[in-house]
């Protein structure tokens, strides 16, 4: 089994010990490197080769909106899952629009956080529920969920709640291409930017549709 590098990000020297020291635990999670700010990290990528970066939000030099932002530039696919104190709408919402994979609070306990990891390697994305709904209130139209076919919608619901390919292709029992495709299409007819920006897309659509279904 493939063990997931991590390179673990926060300006406070004892929480990246204390992180190191629970993922560490886990049978299949290395930490690979710790960084102090976003800057350090963007230095250590290249030779720590992460799976993921696990940052804090509130950094001083570059933080983590700005480190979300850089490895979507500098090193595309790699995900960045924020783990902060801070539970801010705005700040929620910028991290997410800046292409972050996940928004945890810090206090989630180390099987939380250790499957988040996993989740959000394997494509997924993963947002505290105590601050989901911080991500999702935003002006949804719905317009687009009456032009999705059934097996568009099945998928698109999927992809809301953060599932990857792989296991959407076993719930739904439909091949990894299919599944693929079928969310290449989404990307195209939302006119979404990026898979993150695609589910949180397809929830506040999905969460307005809902609404307007209650209503009548």
């Keep these: 089994m493939s063990r997931i590098r991590v390179l673990v990000v926060d300006d406070q020297e004892l929480l990246r010990r204390g992180l190191r020291m629970l993922l560490e635990t886990e049978p299949d999670i290395d930490v690979v490197g710790e960084a102090e700010d976003g800057r350090h990290a963007l230095a250590m990528i290249p030779t720590t080769t992460p799976d993921v970066v696990l940052a804090d939000a509130r950094m001083p030099v570059l933080d983590g909106l700005g480190l ?13 899952l924020v783990l902060t104190t801070f539970d801010d709408a705005l700040l929620v ?8 994979a996940g928004f945890l609070l810090k206090d989630v306990s180390t099987d939380v956080l250790a499957q988040a990891i996993r989740q959000v390697v394997a494509g997924g994305l993963v947002i505290d529920p105590r601050v989901a709904r911080a991500a999702v209130q935003l002006p949804a139209t719905h317009a687009v969920l009456p032009q999705l076919s059934p097996a568009e919608r099945a998928v698109a619901q999927l992809v809301a709640v953060g599932m ?53």
């Excluded at 898979?195 to 999905?206: D, G, V």
């Design 93 to 100: 919402r910028s991290m997410l629009s800046a292409g972050a």
């Design 164 to 216: 990857p390919n792989s296991e959407i292709a076993d719930q739904l029992q439909l091949a990894h291409g299919t599944v693929k495709n079928t969310v290449s299409a989404l990307l195209r007819k939302l006119d979404a930017r990026d898979r993150t920006a695609l589910a949180l897309q397809l929830a506040r659509e999905l969460e307005a549709g809902a609404r307007s279904a209650t209503s009548t």
């Design 68 to 80: 979300v932002a850089r490895c979507g530039t500098d090193h595309p696919g790699l995900p960045v």
